[in-house]
């Protein structure tokens, strides 16, 4: 609970948000890149388009094991699930 409370202070006190979560969204989509590219055969414009796909896909991916998941603990198949 203190580290969400000095979480919250912190972001309170950002003023530039981009700025500090710059290093991260950077590594992010270097990730995709070497996924979608391992070669680095594709075009910088091609890698891009598809590095988005699969970050796009992944949230996707990410949304619907969440949805399943709530699913799954409202309604359980059997009394083992809950």
Do not use: C
Not at 12 to 36: C, H, L, Q, W, Y
Not at 53 to 72: C, D, E
């Amino acid at each position: 609970m203190r580290a969400s409370l000095a979480a919250h202070e912190s972001w309170a006190k950002t003023e530039d948000r981009g700025a500090r979560t710059a290093a991260g969204t950077a590594a992010s989509m270097a990730r995709f890149d070497k996924i979608v590219d391992p070669d680095g055969k594709l075009t910088p414009a091609e890698r891009a388009k598809r590095a988005e796909n699969a970050r796009r896909a992944n949230f996707q991916r990410m949304a619907y094991l969440s949805a399943r998941a709530r699913q799954r603990r409202r309604n359980p198949i059997d009394g083992n699930d809950a």
